[in-house]
């Protein structure tokens, strides 16, 4: 019989969590990896901090960019290398969502513009609102007008690449979410998040919050659930299969 193998939903693994976090949680791309829920993709990580090769676009189904505590502004050389195969994945029509930090270096990577964030830090549980656009869009048209999610970021996609669609923001950050050509999307926010992580980077940040003139108990009080963001990674895994199938696989017994 003809069987086909579906082809990997690459974690590109762009930074680590703090190792408290870690040791009690898992790292992001574990995060991630539980938020896709998807038994017919098989995960890949790769990690191009410590040299693994970034695969070619078309033989992945999708990939997820992870975040980072370094800075797309600082462009160090992995992330400029990570950034020319970004190009190269979106302009192949490869599924690809970009979180937090990936989702700056998707801006840069198509020619917009990562930076400091004029504001500064954002952190905690805020609201989300959708832009008109996102109303047909394949990833954010699921969810509510308005909705919960997690945050951390000094920095922001202060420009967008010529051609990409906004799809949600708030006060703080206009572009929570954006969109280039079909199937590549850059999310400011955190959907891999469960509201101990979230709680654990208040905490760990504590004393920059302090020094700033925020309240971290107040902000970790503030914690709470965000199921809708969350469902973005399951949506996302659905997308990348669906466009594994559409284009064909490669039987077993070729």
Known sequence: MDTAHPLPLVIVKLGDTFDALRETHGDFEHWIADGLANDTLPIAV??????????DPATIAGAVLTGSHAMVSHR???SERTAGW???AVAQGTPVLGICY?????AHALGGEAGDHPRGLEIGTVTVALEAAAADDALLRELPPRFEAHVVHRQSALRLPE?????????HEPVQAFRVGERAWGLQFHPEFGAPMMRGYVEQLAGDLRADGADPAALREGVGA????ASLLARFARIAQAHDEARGRVPVDA
């Open 46 to 55: 790769i990690d191009p901090r410590r040299g693994d090769t970034l695969p």
């Open 76 to 78: 160090e050389d992995w």
């Open 86 to 88: 970004l190009a190269h």
């Open 102 to 106: 990936g989702h700056q270096l998707l």
């Open 163 to 171: 051609g990409a669609v906004r799809l949600a923001g708030n006060a």
């Open 226 to 229: 965000t199921p809708a963001a």
